[in-house]
């Protein structure tokens, strides 16, 4: 289990999104858990970004 904090920036690349994505994540109600370090800084938790990934996942239903 790795449970490294990354900074906004690396949590945006790790997903494929920008951090301005993330930052309207966190303001409009967070779908994608953060940490917030003392008053101002926000990370990440690499294992909490590949459960959102996980939850995310969709599986083919066969459309035609």
Do not use: C
């Not at 999104?17 to 994540?25: H, N, P």
């Not at 800084?41 to 294992?47: D, I, Q």
Request: hydrophobic fraction near 40%; glycine fraction near 8%; aromatic fraction near 10%.
């Amino acid at each position: 289990m790795d449970d490294r904090l990354l900074n906004t920036k690396e949590a945006a690349r790790f997903l494929g999104v920008s951090a301005a994505f993330l930052e309207r994540d966190r303001w409009a109600g967070p779908r994608i858990p953060f940490v917030r370090v003392g008053k101002h800084a926000v990370r990440y938790r690499l294992t909490e970004l590949e459960a959102y990934i996980g939850r995310q996942t969709q599986t083919s239903r066969g459309w035609r």
